[in-house]
């Protein structure tokens, strides 16, 4: 079965810093891999997917990721921090063609941006 | 397209009552999940349908949790009896693929006191 590990719960940066949200996989096939945004009371969001094409990202809001096979990697990044990105981040895995292949989230790492 | 939408938003509940929460996938999505999140345990998967037909239900708590996809566009999640430790937000995704991303609802909120 696959699955995805958020190293801790909650990150920190100054606005206009460097955002990094790590995610590793585990797969026993090539996995599709995605990220997603939960801002306070709404739903889930779609940032990006990875689906075995290129493998750097571009999502939403400015956000990329870059899938990494020797790494076990899929971190989330975005050059500058705004106020507005302060919210939750799930990673999540898939194995398509698997026996199992429904869509396995991550704990998901809270976000906090300081002025 | 509108989005998949649920509802209640809120619902608020005394411990006892059945509870019966509301979704509209996006049309032409063959699968809709049903999830709960809850700060202790996460994101969770209670149960999901293709084409109508529940195929994984291995995430239901337990038998006072029950749903039904009675057509395309709608299915609802129930609870009967309501315990004060089902509180927690519920969610409701659909997508046009299993392995593929998912479109969630805004969620409904669900207090049982």
């Known amino acids: 079965a696959q699955s995805v590990t958020q190293l801790g719960s909650h990150v920190s940066v100054s606005e206009g810093a460097l955002v990094l949200l790590r995610c590793n996989y585990s797969?026993?096939?090539?996995?599709?891999l995605f990220w997603y945004v939960q801002y306070p009371n709404q739903g889930l969001q779609l940032l990006l997917k990875y689906t075995s094409a290129a493998t750097l990202v571009k999502g939403i809001n400015g956000f990329e990721a870059e899938f990494k096979k020797s790494e076990t990697s899929f971190h989330l990044t975005k050059p500058s921090a705004h106020m507005s990105d302060a919210a939750e981040y799930f990673c999540?895995?898939?194995?398509?063609?698997?026996?199992?292949?429904?869509?396995?989230f991550g704990k998901g790492i809270t976000l906090s941006v300081r002025p | 397209d509108a989005g998949v939408i649920q509802s209640p938003r809120h619902e608020v509940t005394e411990m006892g009552q059945e509870v019966t929460l509301r979704c509209k996938p996006i049309?032409?999505?063959?699968?809709l999940f049903w999830y709960r999140q809850t700060m202790m345990r996460g994101l969770e998967l209670l149960i999901y349908f293709n084409n109508n037909v529940p195929i994984d239900d291995s995430g239901m708590p337990e038998d006072r949790f029950s749903a039904k996809m009675p057509n395309a566009s709608f299915s609802t999640l129930k609870i009967q009896p309501s315990e004060p430790r089902d509180s927690a937000v519920y969610f409701c995704a659909s997508s046009l693929a299993l392995d593929y991303g998912y479109t969630f609802g805004s969620g409904t909120r669900l207090t049982v006191v």
């Open positions: 049309s032409g999505h063959d699968y």
């Open positions: 999540a895995v898939s194995a398509p063609t698997g026996a199992n292949s429904k869509l396995t």
């Open positions: 797969s026993s096939v090539p996995p599709y």
